[in-house]
């Protein structure tokens, strides 16, 4: 979540969850982060067209989607479903790592569904974010041709810190049910271990990673479920993945850790370390390490079998 006056990051977790619950999310402050401006920064996204969707959800709950396609880029024959990330708390479909990201992909040539998700900011607790993220999935699976073009074995899943947690998860799911896989997972940064620092089990209830990683699953025996933490669980019957972590990121061994574990149960795994990069870089379009790595998940899309 960006900065403002108040860093709300700073304050004791149950103090930020009363906040966001009574006031929402703060506005980012930056002033160019909106369509405009980035299309006036990056004059390549001119062409990508975007569509509003809501999708009905566990429960009758409405997903909040949307829709990013350049019909004018050269196709790259895949789509990917895309979830952004915010601590499990927060974050937003107009957030850069949601909104540029789905911007550059599908300025060449991946359309990109993105999905939002309920919010762990009291009575929500996994698997409420879990199950919205199921049910964008199964409706980009169920509508590939009229989204996207593609046939619905070419869609790959992804996402970034909660995000990644999110896909690696509803991918575990989709596995356990014995339903297809996505064409590729795509996770950057992502914290797919209760504590993610140390790739990890273990959790410090008095430590920020380990508050937020109970705030999630909700009980102490949920923090053990491997489709609320996908590293926690067998890794075979994955998807072949793409892992980018940051060089300068506390939360790098979870990914670093899950890539080997995939690696280790056969799955085909490529790890890339963004030099210089710290978590929540492709949340900040003008950080000279966000761009190289949307450029690395647009090739490893692309090159996709």
Request: charged share 20%; net charge negative.
């Amino acid at each position: 979540m960006p900065e403002t006056d108040t860093d709300f990051r700073s304050l004791p977790l149950a103090e930020l969850l009363r906040l966001l619950r009574e006031e929402g999310e703060p506005a980012d402050p930056r002033p160019d982060i909106d369509t405009a401006s980035l299309r006036v920064r990056f004059p390549r996204l001119a062409g990508v067209a975007m569509r509003d969707l809501a999708i009905e959800g566990a429960e009758g709950r409405a997903v909040a989607a949307r829709l990013y396609r350049d019909d004018t880029a050269p196709a790259s024959g895949r789509a990917l479903v895309w979830v952004h990330g915010g601590a499990f708390i927060g974050g937003h479909l107009d957030m850069p790592e949601s909104h540029w990201v789905a911007m550059e992909l599908a300025a060449r040539g991946t359309p990109v569904l993105t999905l939002d998700y309920a919010k762990c900011l009291g009575a929500t607790h996994f698997p409420e974010p879990s199950d919205d993220v199921l049910a964008g999935w199964r409706y980009a699976v169920a509508h590939a041709d009229q989204l996207f073009d593609v046939p619905a074995s070419a869609i790959a899943l992804g996402g970034a810190s909660a995000g990644g947690n999110l896909t690696a998860g509803v991918t575990a799911r989709l596995r356990d049910a014995g339903d297809p896989v996505p064409a590729g997972l795509v996770l950057v940064y992502p914290v797919v271990h209760p504590n993610g620092p140390e790739a990890s089990a273990e959790v410090d209830p008095c430590s920020r990673h380990g508050e937020l990683a109970l705030n999630f699953a909700g009980t102490t025996e949920a923090l053990a479920d491997p489709h609320a933490f996908a590293a926690l669980g067998p890794a075979a019957g994955f998807p072949q993945t793409f892992m980018l972590v940051c060089e300068r990121d506390e939360l790098r061994p979870s990914g670093e850790a899950f890539a080997r574990q995939l690696g280790d149960a056969g799955v085909p795994v490529s790890l890339r370390v963004e030099p210089g990069a710290a978590h929540g870089h492709i949340n900040e379009p003008s950080n000279p390490t966000a761009l190289p790595t949307v450029e690395a998940i647009a090739d490893w899309i692309g090159g996709l079998p």
